[in-house]
T-cell receptor, first 115, second 115 residues
Framework: EAQVTQNPRYLITVTGKKLTVTCSQN?????MSWYRQDPGLGLRQIYYSMNVEATDKGDVPEGYKVSRKEKRNFPLILESPSPNQTSLYFC??????????????FGPGTRLTVL | SQKIEQNSEALNIQEGKTATLTCNYTNYSPAYLQWYRQDPGRGPVFLLLIRENEKEKRKERLKVTFDTTLKQSLFHITASQPADSATYLCAPPFRRTGGSYIPTFGRGTSLIVHP
């Protein structure tokens, strides 16, 4: 089954304790992204990756790191989490159609609480 | 700056009626526009894509229009059902300086279909 998986699905942690949220896709997509979703603010892109070893900042990259060493995996790293990073996080992958459009496939989400 | 406007108030309709959701955008010149559905706590799911040279696109009970002059897209669900209750996100792409397109999302409109 074609899918994007994220782990963990739920995480409660404390300020300053480094954490990694994993994301994996089995559709051989070139593009992958991380979003956060907060009430009233909608989906905001954190980072995206165009291919292996190619990443770029989205709208809200501060406090986050990413890496793309393999095509299928795109982990999100919070080196020193803070309470303002409490949010619902989504990973997405996409392919570029012949017309240049990107249809996004989203993971199930990771609900992160930083105390 | 780029702006995507979707009605923040929930749309309540009766089962069997047609739901119409509006997406207005400013400072974009999108070559296409996408609509996604999101259920509470879950990742968005792609529904439809319409290109700038298409006035209308249909898929089963869904219809999308795209008016590049008005900078507006309308999303219609005919013969609505309670199972259509969800948040619907408008997503025009934003073209970065480097030439790549990244998807951007409106905050979404919540649709509630009453039996």
């Amino acid at each position: 089954e074609a899918q994007v998986t994220q782990n963990p699905r739920y995480l409660i942690t404390v300020t300053g304790k480094k954490l990694t949220v994993t994301c994996s896709q089995n559709m051989n997509h070139e593009y992958m992204s991380w979003y956060r979703q907060d009430p009233g603010l909608g989906l905001r892109q954190i980072y995206y990756s165009m291919n292996v070893e190619a990443t770029d900042k989205g709208d809200v990259p501060e406090g986050y790191k990413v890496s793309r060493k393999e095509k299928r995996n795109f982990p999100l790293i919070l080196e020193s989490p803070s309470p303002n990073q409490t949010s619902l996080y989504f990973c997405a992958s996409s392919f570029r159609t012949s017309g240049g459009a990107h249809e996004q496939f989203f993971g199930p989400g990771t609900r992160l609480t930083v105390l | 700056s780029q702006k995507i406007e979707q009605n923040s108030e929930a749309l309540n309709i009766q089962e069997g009626k047609t739901a119409t959701l509006t997406c207005n955008y400013t400072n974009y010149s999108p070559a296409y526009l996408q609509w996604y559905r999101q259920d509470p706590g879950r990742g968005p799911v792609f529904l439809l894509l319409i290109r700038e040279n298409e006035k209308e696109k249909r898929k089963e009970r869904l219809k999308v229009t795209f008016d590049t002059t008005l900078k507006q897209s309308l999303f219609h669900i005919t013969a609505s059902q309670p199972a259509d209750s969800a948040t619907y996100l408008c997503a025009p792409p934003f073209r970065r300086t480097g030439g790549s397109y990244i998807p951007t999302f409106g905050r979404g409109t919540s649709l509630i279909v009453h039996p």
